[in-house]
Every structure is written in structure tokens, then in C-alpha cells.
């Protein structure tokens, strides 16, 4: 064995980089929640290549201050949380403070940033976490990042992507869910110049809902609503009609963030069990909204898991609140038998 030695920063950063950016998906939901974090009404997202070579993501937020844009990007820099305790009460998307210094390790990375206050704004360039360029611009307010060249420098890392199509269907499915999560920003995701998501940011789930999933589905919808003291569950369940052969139209989300979590997939499911056939999965767009000291989202980097201190009474409502949905009169079609008029035959007199 060789001695040990302190990995250099560059090391250290890279290897940090595997947790929380696994492929340019990770790079736009990171962004992207930063953005919502920033009070955005509009975000856009533009991709050339899948996101491998090209992603520009552009808010209308708050912006980062001049002299806050360096160290915005240095790892666990962040403004969402000032110490330990701030954890039990967490209500952004985004407070471990490393997907810029993350980002920044393994891409080409400007940003073009301003608050409301000055007059301009700031352009700041990295490549490989190495700075490259900082100077005042005119822009406007909000801001914009412009991602190159994603794992340029770690191409093991690279050559496990997979294919431009593939990798542009994560970020649309990503995109999807964020759009459903948080109604009242618009969103619109381009890619090879041509618009495959838009959405018109009402504040209104079911205008989303059409907008992604189209006519068919917006159509077949039950509402549920569930109020408990510690929390509430608000959205639509699709009728069994609208069910599919796998679980990528299953959404759910925390305080609008998307997770997974096995308690209230199952929960979700059972609902079902006597409505759909086996192998058979239902449209859901559901936001729970709970009390932060409840649930632990610091669990993994890509913060798609989450821990529930109540886990036996959340599915409890979750099974009641589909349930009662699927229960209601809205599944029971409406029969009308036509009055006949025509003058009845008396068969003995038929010849």
C-alpha cells in the first residue's frame, strides 16, 4: 500500500461531483430547484445534444449578489440554512450547498447573474472548477446558467451517458414533474431548438396536467383532499381507465418536491387493488404538505429520499383519500333508457 496522503480540492471535488450529478438531468433539477428557490415565476431550459454538450437555464429570481456570485460556488456555501438546527425546519428545495461547486468540477460552467438594486449585472466563468473570467455585464434581472461540455475532464464518467435521446428523455420526464410540483411558475423546456414542454404557470394543477399529459388523461380525473392536523394531501388520481403498464405517470411530492418513497407507493397502489388489473399502474399527481419536523430530506445528495416520523398514519390517508376518491359517483356512468315509442307488436299476431 502507498502512504496516505489529503486528496487534493480538485480531487475532493470531483469525487463529491459522482453523488450529486449523475447525468445532465442532475445538472437541470439542481438548477432548476435553485430557481423556484429564488422566487422565479418563469424558468426556462434550453439543451443541445441530450444536455451532454449544451444546457442554458434562464429565471426571472431574485439573482445573486455581486460579491456572493464567488462563493456561491465553493462547496456547502449556501443561503437556505445556517446551522444544525435549521435542518429540522427546512422549506426550500435546495440547502446542502453543493451541486455549483459540483457542477463546476466537471463542466464548463457562466453564469450571468443581477438582483433588482444595481444597474448591472455579473458575467462568472469556470472551467473544471478553475475560474476563468468575473465582470460586470448588462442583463436583467435573474439568471442565467450556461452548462458546456458536461464531464469534459472525467471522461470515464462520460462514456457511461447514454445515448443524446435518452439522456433528453430524463431531463423531459424531470421536467414534467417539477412542471406538475409547482403550477404557479411557467416553465418551457426546449431542445434542438424546438419547444417539447410548455407550461403557462396559473397556479392551477389541472391546466398542467393538460398541458403535459394532453386531453385524455385531464379528462379522467378525481380530486382528492385530505386534512389531518400534522399535514394535507391535495391533487388528482386518474380513473382506472387511464392506467399503464409501469409506474412513470405515479407522481408524488413533498412540500413540492419530488420524491420516492415505498410507504406511499404502496399506499397508493393498495387504493387500486380492486379497480385495475394486476400489473396495471395509475395516474397520480399528489402534494403532500407537511410539517418539516415530521420528515428528514437529508437523507441522500440527489435528496429523493425522505424519512417520515409518521409513516403508519400517512398511509393511512393516503389509502382513505384515493379510496374516497375512487369511491365516488363520478366512476359510476350515467345510463338513459330511451323512451320507446314505436308500437309494440303482439307476438300471437304475427303470422
Same mark, same amino acid.
Request: hydrophobic fraction near 40%; charge should be positive; aromatic fraction near 8%.
Given at each position: 500500500?502507498?502512504?496516505?496522503?489529503?486528496?487534493?480540492?480538485?480531487?475532493?471535488?470531483?469525487?463529491?461531483?459522482?453523488?450529486?450529478?449523475?447525468?445532465?438531468?442532475?445538472?437541470?433539477?439542481?438548477?432548476?430547484?435553485?430557481?423556484?428557490?429564488?422566487?422565479?415565476?418563469?424558468?426556462?431550459?434550453?439543451?443541445?445534444?441530450?444536455?451532454?454538450?449544451?444546457?442554458?437555464?434562464?429565471?426571472?429570481?431574485?439573482?445573486?449578489?455581486?460579491?456572493?456570485?464567488?462563493?456561491?460556488?465553493?462547496?456547502?456555501?449556501?443561503?437556505?440554512?445556517?446551522?444544525?438546527?435549521?435542518?429540522?425546519?427546512?422549506?426550500?428545495?435546495?440547502?446542502?450547498?453543493?451541486?455549483?461547486?459540483?457542477?463546476?468540477?466537471?463542466?464548463?460552467?457562466?453564469?450571468?447573474?443581477?438582483?433588482?438594486?444595481?444597474?448591472?449585472?455579473?458575467?462568472?466563468?469556470?472551467?473544471?472548477?478553475?475560474?476563468?473570467?468575473?465582470?460586470?455585464?448588462?442583463?436583467?434581472?435573474?439568471?442565467?446558467?450556461?452548462?458546456?461540455?458536461?464531464?469534459?475532464?472525467?471522461?470515464?464518467?462520460?462514456?457511461?451517458?447514454?445515448?443524446?435521446?435518452?439522456?433528453?428523455?430524463?431531463?423531459?420526464?424531470?421536467?414534467?414533474?417539477?412542471?406538475?410540483?409547482?403550477?404557479?411558475?411557467?416553465?418551457?423546456?426546449?431542445?434542438?431548438?424546438?419547444?417539447?414542454?410548455?407550461?403557462?404557470?396559473?397556479?392551477?394543477?389541472?391546466?398542467?396536467?393538460?398541458?403535459?399529459?394532453?386531453?385524455?388523461?385531464?379528462?379522467?380525473?378525481?380530486?382528492?383532499?385530505?386534512? !389531518?392536523? #400534522?399535514?394535507?394531501?391535495?391533487?388528482?388520481?386518474? &380513473?382506472?381507465?387511464?392506467?399503464?403498464?409501469? =409506474?412513470?405517470? +405515479? $407522481?408524488?411530492?413533498?412540500?413540492?418536491?419530488?420524491?420516492?418513497?415505498?410507504?406511499?407507493?404502496?399506499?397508493?397502489?393498495?387504493?387500486?387493488?380492486?379497480?385495475?388489473?394486476?400489473?396495471?399502474?395509475?395516474?397520480?399527481?399528489?402534494?403532500?404538505?407537511?410539517?418539516?419536523?415530521?420528515?428528514?430530506?437529508?437523507?441522500?445528495?440527489?435528496?429523493?429520499?425522505?424519512?417520515?416520523?409518521?409513516?403508519?398514519?400517512?398511509?393511512?390517508?393516503?389509502?382513505?383519500?384515493? !379510496?374516497? #376518491?375512487?369511491?365516488?359517483?363520478?366512476?359510476?356512468? &350515467?345510463?338513459?333508457?330511451?323512451?320507446?315509442? =314505436?308500437?309494440? +307488436? $303482439?307476438?300471437?299476431?304475427?303470422?
Amino acid at each position: 500500500m502507498g502512504s496516505i496522503r489529503v486528496l487534493s480540492q480538485n480531487t475532493i471535488n470531483q469525487i463529491a461531483a459522482g453523488e450529486v450529478i449523475e447525468r445532465p438531468a442532475s445538472v437541470v433539477k439542481e438548477l432548476v430547484e435553485n430557481a423556484i428557490d429564488a422566487k422565479s415565476s418563469a424558468i426556462t431550459v434550453e439543451i443541445k445534444e441530450g444536455g451532454i454538450d449544451f444546457i442554458r437555464i434562464t429565471d426571472n429570481g431574485t439573482g445573486i449578489e455581486k460579491d456572493e456570485v464567488k462563493t456561491a460556488f465553493l462547496r456547502h456555501a449556501t443561503s437556505k440554512i445556517r446551522n444544525v438546527d435549521d435542518l429540522l425546519t427546512i422549506g426550500s428545495l435546495g440547502f446542502r450547498g453543493e451541486a455549483l461547486a459540483s457542477i463546476a468540477s466537471i463542466a464548463k460552467v457562466e453564469v450571468i447573474t443581477k438582483t433588482a438594486e444595481p444597474m448591472t449585472g455579473v458575467r462568472y466563468v469556470m472551467e473544471g472548477g478553475e475560474e476563468m473570467a468575473f465582470e460586470e455585464v448588462g442583463c436583467p434581472e435573474g439568471t442565467t446558467f450556461l452548462i458546456r461540455s458536461l464531464f469534459y475532464n472525467t471522461p470515464a464518467r462520460r462514456k457511461f451517458l447514454k445515448s443524446k435521446m435518452t439522456e433528453a428523455g430524463y431531463i423531459s420526464a424531470m421536467m414534467e414533474r417539477i412542471a406538475l410540483s409547482h403550477p404557479e411558475v411557467a416553465f418551457k423546456l426546449i431542445h434542438q431548438n424546438k419547444a417539447v414542454l410548455t407550461t403557462t404557470g396559473t397556479g392551477r394543477l389541472k391546466d398542467v396536467i393538460y398541458q403535459i399529459y394532453g386531453k385524455d388523461i385531464a379528462m379522467n380525473l378525481l380530486p382528492v383532499d385530505v386534512k !389531518r392536523d #400534522a399535514f394535507s394531501i391535495e391533487g388528482y388520481v386518474g &380513473k382506472p381507465a387511464v392506467s399503464r403498464g409501469n =409506474r412513470a405517470l +405515479e $407522481n408524488y411530492f413533498v412540500n413540492g418536491r419530488y420524491i420516492k418513497n415505498k410507504i406511499i407507493t404502496k399506499a397508493i397502489e393498495d387504493s387500486y387493488k380492486t379497480y385495475q388489473m394486476v400489473h396495471k399502474y395509475p395516474f397520480t399527481a399528489l402534494n403532500l404538505t407537511i410539517e418539516p419536523e415530521f420528515m428528514d430530506v437529508n437523507v441522500h445528495p440527489a435528496k429523493m429520499e425522505v424519512r417520515f416520523k409518521n409513516g403508519e398514519e400517512l398511509f393511512s390517508a393516503f389509502l382513505e383519500g384515493v !379510496r374516497e #376518491a375512487l369511491g365516488s359517483r363520478q366512476l359510476i356512468p &350515467k345510463v338513459r333508457l330511451k323512451n320507446d315509442t =314505436r308500437k309494440k +307488436e $303482439n307476438i300471437l299476431e304475427r303470422p
